[in-house]
């Protein structure tokens, strides 16, 4: 090989192995910078996050500052509908691990009005999504803001963790409370999706680990918590199973403050107003029956009205301890209120500790006992209800607030046998079709 064959071969080779990928490259990196570039890949990123969600999803920037990582910043989720602010955060960053995702987000915040959204997204697609077309997903925040009107929570060291499983997904969340103690175990919120069992269900846990969580957190996904009060807090644990129709699980825990007048005076033709505490010792729901109740309510220093001692004297067994005023409009102050209580398929049960000197007082003033319960006090739990409604008010549960203490309070099983007249014979309409044996009861002929 002469000397210009070899001079030229290696001119060929630096524009091959050089020149080429230089130019490549730069011309690569100089297109990722044109605005077309950064406009596609943020509509990329956006159509993907509408998708998955189901949320109008709007990014303002999206970089890349290493191969694997993508930050995408003002990212922000709106109803697919009305176009409401779900969630935002400042920015998001995307990793791609082995098998899964991680994420990381700056200052998310949620609006109340959301959270809804947020828990049907959880459901139908996160949980109940085949497995095989998810992959795991790890997320993390440092402080989470949710908002509600003018007030604001903050949940810290959010880390939510995302496994899909053949059986079913399972979503887990841990967070703690800005008051809560740093060496204080964080609440725990699992998820799972059980899909193996007929029908489907999904198992909720809650375990606040000694912490007073907002009841005002889920009024969005549980309205009926709005009559505990907007300062009510729980603290304790419950499991609770959903099959798509009802509830079953236990609770137990602590509910304070919770506030009698919109327990109450606000739901019901009675008036019991204060602040009380409700320790539950074990609460037990069955195909969204209250099959068990068991706790203490106490209050200090509230007011209740004549007409609800009344219909406690007459519905449930109990004895007022002065005349009460004819006026409706009329108040009875007490200071202290304190009621043992059992509530199962059976009976309901009272026991008072209002005045630790006289045993079964459930009511009292600083004058003495106003209503007090008998020794082993046990009555219908239906007349529960009769007192909280007025008889002509009871007759159908009309009302949005009888059908719901219907829809929960236990009721007792019903023996057929001990109703049905023993010389009765059924009488059932059945078609007649010709070669069939003539029934011992004549049916009815259609003429």
């Given amino acids: 090989m002469t000397a210009s064959t070899r001079i030229l071969l290696c001119r060929l080779g630096c524009i091959v192995f050089c020149l080429v990928p230089t130019t490549l490259i730069g011309g690569w990196t100089c297109w990722r910078a044109t605005t077309g570039f950064?406009?596609?890949?943020?509509?990329?990123?956006?159509?993907?996050l509408t998708e998955r969600s189901g949320l109008i999803a709007e990014i303002g920037a999206v970089y890349y500052p290493s191969p694997a990582l993508a930050r995408l910043e003002n990212v922000k989720l709106l109803h697919g509908e009305t176009r409401q602010l779900v969630a935002a955060a400042a920015a998001v960053e995307v990793a791609a691990h082995e098998g899964g995702w991680q994420i990381e987000l700056w200052q998310l915040q949620i609006h109340s009005a959301g959270l809804g959204e947020l828990a049907r997204?959880?459901?139908?697609?996160?949980?109940?999504?085949?497995?095989?077309?998810?992959?795991?997903?790890?997320?993390?925040?440092?402080?989470?803001?949710?908002?509600?009107?003018?007030?604001?929570?903050?949940?810290?060291?959010?880390?939510?963790?995302?496994?899909?499983?053949?059986?079913?997904?399972?979503?887990?969340?841990?967070?703690?409370?800005?008051?809560?103690?740093?060496?204080?175990?964080?609440?725990?919120?699992?998820?799972?999706?059980?899909?193996?069992?007929?029908?489907?269900?999904?198992?909720?846990?809650?375990?606040?680990?000694?912490?007073?969580?907002?009841?005002?957190?889920?009024?969005?996904?549980?309205?009926?918590?709005?009559?505990?009060?907007?300062?009510?807090?729980?603290?304790?644990?419950?499991?609770?199973?959903?099959?798509?129709?009802?509830?079953?699980?236990?609770?137990?825990?602590?509910?304070?403050?919770?506030?009698?007048?919109?327990?109450?005076?606000?739901?019901?033709?009675?008036?019991?107003?204060?602040?009380?505490?409700?320790?539950?010792?074990?609460?037990?729901?069955?195909?969204?029956?209250?099959?068990?109740?068991?706790?203490?309510?106490?209050?200090?220093?509230?007011?209740?009205?004549?007409?609800?001692?009344?219909?406690?004297?007459?519905?449930?067994q109990l004895t007022a301890h002065r005349e009460l005023p004819g006026d409706v409009s009329a108040t009875i102050p007490f200071q202290q209120l304190a009621v043992r209580f059992r509530l199962d398929d059976r009976a309901l049960h009272l026991a008072g500790e209002a005045d630790p000197t006289q045993s079964g007082v459930l009511i009292a003033s600083a004058s003495g006992p106003i209503l007090s319960s008998p020794p082993e006090h046990k009555t219908a739990a239906v007349n529960l209800l009769r007192t909280l409604m007025p008889g002509s008010e009871f007759q159908v549960p009309a009302t949005r607030q009888t059908s719901a203490l219907v829809s929960l309070l236990p009721v007792p099983t019903v023996d057929p046998s001990a109703v049905r007249t023993a010389a009765h014979t059924p009488t059932r309409l059945t078609p007649s079709v010709p070669g069939q044996p003539t029934p011992a009861v004549r049916q009815p002929m259609m003429r």
Wanted: glycine share 6%.
């Fill in 121 to 316: 997204l959880c459901n139908d697609r996160l949980l109940r999504e085949p497995h095989r077309s998810q992959a795991s997903c790890q997320v993390v925040a440092r402080e989470l803001t949710i908002l509600r009107g003018q007030s604001a929570q903050s949940l810290l060291d959010v880390r939510l963790h995302f496994a899909p499983q053949p059986a079913g997904a399972e979503l887990t969340c841990a967070f703690r409370l800005p008051d809560a103690s740093p060496s204080a175990a964080p609440v725990r919120l699992a998820i799972a999706r059980n899909r193996q069992q007929t029908p489907p269900a999904t198992r909720w846990q809650l375990d606040t680990a000694g912490q007073s969580l907002p009841c005002e957190l889920f009024m969005e996904v549980l309205p009926e918590l709005s009559r505990l009060g907007a300062a009510c807090r729980f603290a304790g644990a419950f499991s609770m199973t959903n099959t798509g129709r009802q509830w079953s699980g236990e609770a137990v825990g602590r509910l304070v403050p919770l506030d009698l007048d919109a327990l109450v005076t606000e739901q019901f033709p009675h008036q019991l107003s204060g602040q009380a505490s409700l320790e539950i010792e074990r609460a037990v729901l069955d195909n969204g029956n209250l099959t068990v109740l068991q706790g203490t309510l106490r209050a200090a220093h509230g007011a209740t009205s004549p007409s609800l001692l009344a219909a406690a004297q007459q519905e449930l």
């Fill in 38 to 48: 950064a406009v596609g890949q943020r509509a990329d990123w956006e159509r993907a």
